[in-house]
């Protein structure tokens, strides 16, 4: 019903726009979100995974995983109502870890460390507390998360905000903790150091280069096997990309994740023309 009622919504608004003499613009594409609600049950809490669906493409998916990064999620809806595509998020009391009791035990992870059994235990020890029960619990929550990601999904979009310098593309610049995390690093000298787009792909990480984006591109083969999604994406060779600006800079995230999603629909175009599969 409340996909009939949506649908019908949106031909009556562009029936009113076709009208003489109407002033309403349909310029832009505008998607009413349509959110579904799962909840997953983990140790004795419901954690609300959230699910929201901007038209009919799928191909894109950006996904938060740091229910504190709300600039991100904002600029994510704004840019997706126009663009279209699908944003899953991870619903936490704006809290970046998560906390769980297990067998009267507590434990606390981060859901960015867990998509390896050697990232669960590294959380839930830098976090308090480890047993193998609790990183089965964790390892399920993981799983879970993935399947909410489209088979055809061409692009795993990460949202992340950060804070002033405390992690920037100087991170990955030689001499640096992340050094070895990088194959290679653009670093623009008219940008934020805080504002960066990381991904997994050379092609995304030389055209977001190109438009003078700090870049860093991951070493896939070499870089510390710390249970984050980059790090899955990239043995798992797919294509994934962090867009990253500080708390608060809405309007800058909304301009990288514009140009990005753009960028994204040119490499697919150039793909399908040429045969290739564009996941």
Do not use: W
């Amino acid at each position: 019903m409340r996909i009939l009622f949506i649908t019908l919504l949106s031909f009556l608004y562009t029936c009113l726009a076709a009208q003489p003499g109407n002033n309403v613009s349909i310029s832009k594409p505008f998607f009413l979100p349509l959110e579904k609600k799962i909840f997953y049950r983990l140790g004795d809490r419901d954690i609300p995974l959230i699910v929201t669906q901007y038209g009919d493409a799928r191909d894109i998916v950006c996904i938060n995983l740091h229910a504190n990064e709300i600039t991100s999620v904002r600029a994510a809806r704004s840019v997706l109502e126009e663009r279209g595509g699908t944003l899953i998020r991870i619903e936490n009391k704006q809290q970046r870890l998560i906390r769980f009791r297990l067998k009267g035990m507590t434990y606390t992870f981060d859901p960015n460390r867990i998509f390896s059994r050697v990232g669960i235990e590294q959380t839930l020890s830098d976090n308090g507390r480890f047993s193998r029960d609790a990183m089965e619990e964790v390892e399920k929550f993981a799983d879970r998360l993935l399947q909410l990601i489209p088979a055809n999904t061409t692009c795993i979009v990460a949202l992340h905000n950060n804070t002033e310098e405390a992690f920037s593309v100087k991170s990955y610049l030689p001499g640096n903790d992340r050094q070895q995390d990088a194959k290679a690093v653009y670093a623009d000298n008219q940008q934020d150091v805080d504002d960066i787009a990381f991904t997994t792909d050379s092609l995304l990480y030389q055209k977001m280069a190109d438009q003078r984006y700090n870049s860093i591109l991951q070493d896939n083969q070499n870089a510390r096997k710390d249970g984050s999604l980059s790090i899955y994406c990239g043995e798992k060779s797919r294509r994934y990309i962090n867009i990253e600006t500080q708390h608060g800079k809405l309007g800058q995230y909304i301009e990288m994740l514009e140009r990005l999603l753009i960028i994204l629909e040119g490499i697919n175009k150039e793909m399908l023309q040429t045969g290739e599969n564009p996941q």
